[in-house]
């Protein structure tokens, strides 16, 4: 199973959860029965907004990890049909949001903006988290992806029920172009409400 996209499907059904009220996951990569129910739960909601299902239902959690990747892009095609989140997730590609140039992941007009902001929100939390405060200069490479997961690690070690995220904590740069909007969300509100209080500022 591609631990990768099982956490990006656990991360892209957690952008349902509230709206549909289901528990959400924690974005581990271990897929079980929560996964499987918070899939019928968006299924559901989707089929009744007539959103066509381009992938085989599956049945059996053994089912859902090989059908990861087709279910992330119904998913990702779907959100916007449910209104569930004011966050788009970024699409890597030639004409579409972003793109790779050897270990830089940029992006042009407002993504490019939105990956300097999430650059600019991680910088806030650099001596609380213990990184080294980024260039903001849009691009995302190691370094960003990295700040982001020692963000996420800190916050999570924290208090554990924090692990329930709308993205995977990043390893890679790809990861953290893709949900950059999420990502900064979730720092503004979350990641600097446990860190800075702690910190005493």
Do not use: C
């Not at 600019?120 to 990184?131: D, P, Q, Y």
């Amino acid at each position: 199973m591609d631990k990768t996209a099982a956490r990006g499907l656990q991360a892209d059904l957690n952008q349902y959860a509230q709206a549909l009220n289901f528990e959400g996951l924690a974005v581990d990569g271990k897929l079980g029965p929560k996964t499987l129910t918070a899939l019928q739960a968006v299924v559901k909601a989707a089929l009744a907004k007539s959103a066509p299902l381009t992938f085989k239902f599956p049945e059996t959690v053994d089912e859902v990890g090989p059908l990861a990747p087709q279910i992330r892009t119904w998913l990702h095609a779907t959100a916007p049909t449910l209104s569930v989140s004011p966050f788009k997730i970024y699409e890597q590609g030639s004409g579409k949001d972003w793109n790779i140039k050897g270990e830089i992941a940029y992006g042009a007009g407002a993504t490019h903006d939105e990956f300097v902001a999430l650059q600019k929100s991680l910088n806030t939390l650099a001596t609380a988290v213990g990184f080294k405060e980024l260039d903001t200069d849009g691009f995302i490479g190691a370094k960003t992806a990295e700040a982001v997961k020692k963000t996420w690690d800190k916050v999570v070690a924290k208090n554990p029920a924090l692990a329930v995220t709308p993205f995977p904590a990043p390893d890679t740069k790809e990861e953290a172009a893709q949900y950059a909007a999420f990502i900064r969300n979730w720092i503004d509100t979350t990641a600097k409400k446990n860190l800075l209080a702690e910190a005493g500022a």
